[in-house]
C-alpha cells in the first residue's frame, strides 16, 4: 500500500474542510479557515482557489457539504457555522451571498457554533441543517421554510390581484391576492418549475397572466395561469375564501450551463427579454406567438 500525501500551505491556518459538494470527478475540497473565508480548492491547481467568500466575520469552526459524491439529492451545497454565532449555507454556484443565513435574532446571546450537518436530502425537496452550540443548544433549520429568492406582483399600480414567489428547491407559488381568509390566508397553487433554484420570474408586461422563470441550472421556462370558474367561494363557516387557478407550462429552453440569476421584459416589445447568468453572459431573446396564447 502506497500513501501520497499532497501538502499544501495557505496565509490563514485551516479549521475545518469538506468533499461533500463536489462531484467524484472533481473532487474539489472546501474549507473553513480561522479568517472566516470558505475556499473551494481544486487539488489538481491548489494555487488559486476556484471559489472565495468572506463567510463569517470570525473563524469557521465547522463545515459539512451535500450533494456530491454521488450523496443526497438536490444542488450541491455547504453549510457553515462560525463563532459569530451564524450558520450558513453556500451554493458553489452563487458568488458572495448564501442562499441562507441562519442568525441569532435582535437581543439573543451570541453562541459559538461548534458542529454542522446536512441531513434529509432524500429528494429534489427536502434537506435541514443540525447545528450544535457551546452552551448545548442543537437547532434544526429547515430549509424548505427559508429559501424564498424571488416575489414578484403581476402588475404594481392595480389592486392586488396575483403575487409568484420562487423557492430554493425549484419550485413557484402564484396566490390570488383577491380574498384573504382569516385563518387560511390567500388561496395558492404551487408547481415544481425547475430541477434547481428558480431565481427569478417575471410576469409579460402585455399580459399578466403569462410569466417567465429563472432556474440555476441555466433554463427559461414559459407559463401561463389560468383563473378558476369562480374566484371565491365560502367555506363551512360562510367567510369569503379565495379558490386558486392553474399554470401550465407554454415553453422552456436551456440557455447556460450556469443559474440564471436576473431577468426582466420589455415593456413596450411584446416578447423581447434580457437576461444574465453565472457565465458572465448577457442574453437578448425575443418570444414569440404571445398574442396566440
Same mark, same amino acid.
Given at each position: ?12 491556518p485551516f ?7 463536489t462531484s ?5 475540497l472546501? +474549507? !473553513?479557515?480561522?479568517? =472566516?473565508?470558505l475556499?473551494?480548492w481544486?487539488?489538481?491547481a491548489?494555487?488559486? $482557489? #476556484? ?9 469557521v469552526n465547522?463545515i ?5 459524491l454521488?450523496?443526497?439529492?438536490g444542488a450541491p451545497?455547504i453549510v +457553515? !457555522?462560525?463563532?459569530d =454565532?451564524t ?7 452563487q458568488?458572495?451571498? $448564501? #442562499?441562507?443565513n441562519?442568525e441569532?435574532?435582535e437581543?439573543?446571546t451570541k453562541?459559538d ?5 446536512f ?6 425537496q ?21 429559501? #424564498?429568492c424571488?416575489?414578484e406582483f403581476?402588475r404594481k399600480?392595480?389592486n392586488?390581484?396575483k403575487l409568484?414567489?420562487t423557492?430554493l ?9 383577491r380574498?384573504?381568509?382569516p ?5 395558492s397553487?404551487?408547481e ?10 417575471r410576469h409579460?408586461?402585455q399580459n399578466?397572466?403569462?410569466?417567465m422563470t ?5 433554463g427559461l421556462?414559459?407559463?401561463k ?5 369562480q374566484?371565491?367561494?365560502?367555506d363551512?363557516?360562510?367567510?369569503e375564501m ?11 429552453v436551456?440557455l447556460?450551463?450556469q443559474?440564471i440569476?436576473?431577468?426582466d421584459?420589455s415593456?413596450?416589445k411584446?416578447?423581447?427579454c ?6 458572465q ?6 418570444v414569440t406567438?404571445?398574442?396566440?396564447v
Amino acid at each position: 500500500m502506497c500513501v501520497y500525501v499532497l501538502q499544501i500551505e495557505k496565509a490563514k491556518p485551516f479549521k475545518c474542510g469538506t468533499f461533500g459538494a463536489t462531484s467524484l470527478q472533481q473532487r474539489h475540497l472546501a +474549507t !473553513g479557515d480561522f479568517g =472566516g473565508n470558505l475556499n473551494i480548492w481544486n487539488l489538481e491547481a491548489p494555487e488559486i $482557489p #476556484v471559489y472565495s467568500v468572506k463567510a463569517h466575520t470570525e473563524i469557521v469552526n465547522t463545515i459539512d457539504g451535500v450533494g456530491g459524491l454521488g450523496i443526497g439529492d438536490g444542488a450541491p451545497e455547504i453549510v +457553515t !457555522g462560525s463563532r459569530d =454565532g451564524t450558520v450558513k449555507v453556500w451554493d458553489p454556484r452563487q458568488k458572495d451571498t $448564501p #442562499v441562507a443565513n441562519m442568525e441569532p435574532i435582535e437581543g439573543e446571546t451570541k453562541r459559538d457554533c461548534w458542529t454542522v450537518a446536512f441531513g434529509n436530502a432524500s429528494n429534489d425537496q427536502d434537506r435541514c441543517v443540525c447545528a450544535g452550540y457551546d452552551n448545548g443548544d442543537i437547532k434544526l433549520f429547515d430549509l424548505r421554510n427559508m429559501s #424564498v429568492c424571488c416575489v414578484e406582483f403581476d402588475r404594481k399600480d392595480i389592486n392586488m390581484n396575483k403575487l409568484v414567489a420562487t423557492s430554493l428547491e425549484g419550485k413557484f407559488n402564484v396566490f390570488d391576492m383577491r380574498t384573504q381568509h382569516p385563518t387560511k390566508g390567500f388561496a395558492s397553487v404551487s408547481e415544481k418549475a425547475h430541477k434547481s433554484t428558480v431565481w427569478q420570474a417575471r410576469h409579460l408586461p402585455q399580459n399578466r397572466d403569462i410569466f417567465m422563470t429563472a432556474g440555476g441550472a441555466g433554463g427559461l421556462h414559459l407559463w401561463k395561469y389560468e383563473y378558476p370558474a369562480q374566484r371565491s367561494k365560502k367555506d363551512a363557516d360562510e367567510i369569503e375564501m379565495g379558490v386558486a387557478g392553474s399554470a401550465s407550462l407554454l415553453q422552456n429552453v436551456t440557455l447556460s450551463t450556469q443559474p440564471i440569476a436576473s431577468l426582466d421584459w420589455s415593456p413596450d416589445k411584446q416578447g423581447l427579454c434580457v437576461c444574465s447568468a453565472f457565465d458572465q453572459t448577457v442574453r437578448v431573446l425575443i418570444v414569440t406567438k404571445l398574442n396566440r396564447v
